[in-house]
């Protein structure tokens, strides 16, 4: 059996970003997914972009469905998925993106067997291109489904991985009322300051390139690895021999992790206690990080580049003719509060147990995203 048997596909609509609004028609854009929605399962009305321009009407969903992009810029990066559950929003899939519905299976069960390894692996080989990879509909709808469950367990095992994606989401949304504490005490003591260059800022400097060599492997974070909760993905494994040229950035004690890119908040947070970061991660060049004085401190540099104000003025100083980031030295521009060592320490000081909170339910979120590995590999190879 083949995939085109069971589903209907709605291609890519043409999605401009200058086009996206808060008002129109819900809309999901490639890089929305890579951003705000890999592998999670979201309703329609939550969708956070709208398209402005008029869609006919045989491309409009309004059903349940499964929207993941069709192109990535690294084979091993190919595999990110967001379910939409309707709740009476109509939506649309926007550019480079496969939109799928169906009413011959179970669709969340779709969800998770195409979230397999297995399955991820037999996308990559359908990829075409030289620099960026596409996955054509032709090629994806020829898929092989014949190792497909019956119905009945089918959703036995939607039943059980959604248990643990239920798990994991009540932990995110923990960690994120979490986030918001700290928010309230980094504006609680610098809302009244004036603002200077963070390069003028003491207590902290730029991590410079470089890893220690090693034996056996290690896992590689690239951007797409995290997401706005942390780390999602770990399933990256490199050797030092193998290990891609982007994979040369050392996380140390103390040191706190942005993407450069622009619009992509991700973040990254290593303190001492935090040995199995420290021993068996590689970060990619894609972040830039700062490595700080003491852990207050780190605390204070935390709370600073989470914040909206941060990421609001890292995004005005992004560069670049496609791929807009920033570098070391428009880093070293961007306005934040004027704070001195001893503030930073105060702040520092008050985020210290929530901080610590945020860290333990991300170990768990991460045994928990075990589990759910162990169970797609158990059901789907």
């Known amino acids: 059996m083949k995939l085109e048997e069971i589903i209907k596909i709605y291609r890519p609509n043409t999605t401009s970003r200058v086009d996206l609004s808060i008002e129109g028609i819900k809309c999901i854009h490639y890089g929305d997914i890579y951003?705000?929605?890999?592998?999670?399962?979201?309703?329609?009305?939550?969708?956070i972009n709208s398209f402005t321009k008029t869609i006919k009407s045989e491309k409009i969903i309004n059903s349940d469905s499964i929207i993941f992009p069709d192109v990535t810029e690294t084979v091993e990066d190919f595999g990110h998925f967001v379910y939409v559950q309707f709740d009476n929003v109509n939506y649309i899939n926007g550019t480079h993106t496969f939109a799928l519905t169906t009413t011959e299976c179970n669709l969340k069960y779709l969800f998770y067997y195409l979230q397999s390894v297995s399955t991820k692996a037999k996308l990559r080989q359908l990829l075409k291109g030289d620099t960026v990879f596409q996955l054509s509909a032709k090629d994806f709808l020829k898929l092989d489904i014949?190792?497909?469950?019956?119905?009945?367990?089918?959703?036995?095992?939607?039943?059980?991985?959604?248990?643990?994606?239920?798990?994991?989401?009540?932990?995110?949304?923990?960690?994120?009322?979490?986030?918001?504490?700290?928010?309230?005490?980094?504006?609680?003591?610098?809302?009244?300051?004036?603002?200077?260059?963070?390069?003028n800022l003491k207590g902290y400097s730029i991590i410079k390139s470089g890893i220690k060599t090693f034996s056996g492997t290690k896992v590689y974070l690239n951007t797409a690895s995290v997401n706005e909760n942390g780390i999602s993905s770990n399933d990256y494994i490199i050797t030092m021999k193998d290990k891609p040229s982007r994979a040369?950035?050392?996380?140390?004690?103390?040191?706190?992790?942005?993407?450069?890119?622009?619009?992509?908040?991700?973040?990254?947070?290593?303190r001492d206690f935090m040995e199995y970061i420290l021993n068996n991660y590689i970060f990619s060049t894609g972040f830039m990080g700062l490595v700080c004085d003491n852990s207050y401190v780190s605390n204070y540099m935390y709370s600073l580049i989470t914040s909206k104000q941060f990421d609001e003025n890292k995004n005005a100083l992004s560069i670049g003719a496609t791929m807009q980031g920033i570098n070391n030295d428009s880093f070293k521009e961007i306005q934040v509060p004027n704070v001195n060592i001893n503030l930073m320490t105060t702040i520092g000081k008050e985020a210290e147990s929530k901080i610590k909170f945020i860290y333990y339910n991300k170990k768990k979120i991460e045994r928990l995203t075990?589990?759910?590995?162990?169970?797609?590999k158990k059901f789907f190879g």
């Open 370 to 376: 075990l589990l759910k590995k162990n169970y797609l």
């Open 248 to 270: 040369n950035m050392q996380p140390i004690p103390n040191s706190v992790w942005f993407a450069k890119l622009k619009d992509s908040p991700k973040f990254l947070y290593v």
């Open 146 to 199: 014949s190792n497909f469950h019956t119905i009945n367990f089918q959703q036995h095992i939607v039943d059980t991985i959604g248990s643990i994606d239920d798990l994991i989401e009540n932990l995110n949304t923990i960690n994120c009322k979490i986030n918001d504490l700290i928010q309230i005490i980094f504006r609680k003591h610098t809302h009244h300051l004036n603002t200077t260059r963070i390069g």
């Open 35 to 47: 951003k705000n929605y890999s592998n999670k399962s979201i309703t329609s009305s939550s969708i």
